[in-house]
């Protein structure tokens, strides 16, 4: 069966610190790969989505970037943090394979980030 | 800015009492879907529901699907206290998502 993990699950970081956040995925091949960020108490963004190794989009300009570095990997970073970057980060997958018109996400537990 | 948007906002009811949860979108769909999110935890995704299908039944959930009014309907019947949590719906596109900014249900035992 196919999981997702990320960690860290909590993380506090000072203003101007680089960030890190891992999204592994297990059991499936050449997934589609998403980060969201969530405000408390609100629905998701979508910030990045990766369709390949090596294959980013972004979706809304930003501090933060993500890399593919493997098939079924997924980073966050960002060099210096911004107090606004503090939220809940959701990694997601879905299958690839369907251009026009996708179906289900699998999420992982997320990561929940503080700035300082 | 999202597409979807549920209503209400926030939801009480007590156990045994049924809870309906509405979405309005603005684009034209293949599908929609709704995710289920616990307190602090991802996304689960419930149901979806396609643009030709009118309602769509799993367990205690029903959805429904009005396209000419793009809006969707979750109802969850004889609530229990576990279905706590906070609901969203999603429709998607290419390779995209947009999730509406959900309704959060508690249910009182």
């Known amino acids: 069966s196919q999981t997702i993990h990320q960690w860290p699950a909590t993380l506090v970081q000072p203003v101007g610190s680089p960030l890190s956040l891992e999204c592994t995925v297990e059991?499936?091949?050449?997934?589609?790969l998403y980060w969201y960020r969530q405000a408390a108490g609100r629905g998701l963004q979508l910030l990045f989505y990766s369709v390949g190794i090596g294959q980013i989009s972004s979706e809304v300009p930003q501090n933060l970037s993500a890399s593919r570095p493997q098939d079924r990997q997924f980073i966050l970073s960002s060099k210096k943090l911004l107090l606004s970057d503090s939220g809940f980060y959701l990694c997601?997958?879905?299958?690839?394979?369907?251009?026009?018109?996708?179906?289900?996400?699998?999420f992982g537990p997320g990561t929940r980030l503080l700035v300082l | 800015s999202q597409q979807g948007e549920e209503d209400p906002q926030a939801l009480s009811i007590q156990e045994g009492e049924n809870a309906t949860m509405n979405c309005s979108y603005k684009?034209?769909?293949?599908?929609l879907q709704w995710y289920r999110q616990n307190s602090g935890r991802g996304l689960v995704h419930l149901i979806l529901?396609?643009?030709?299908?009118r309602e769509k039944h799993s367990g205690r959930l029903r959805v429904t699907l009005d396209t000419s009014k793009k809006s969707s309907s979750l109802l969850i019947t004889a609530s229990r206290a576990a279905d706590t949590a906070s609901y969203f719906c999603?429709?998607?596109?290419?390779?995209?998502?947009?999730f509406g900014t959900g309704t959060r249900l508690k249910v009182l035992a």
């Open positions: 684009t034209s769909i293949n599908n």
């Open positions: 529901i396609r643009s030709n299908e």
């Open positions: 999603a429709t998607s596109g290419t390779y995209k998502y947009i």
């Open positions: 997601a997958w879905d299958t690839s394979g369907s251009y026009f018109s996708q179906e289900t996400q699998y």
């Open positions: 059991g499936t091949s050449n997934p589609n």
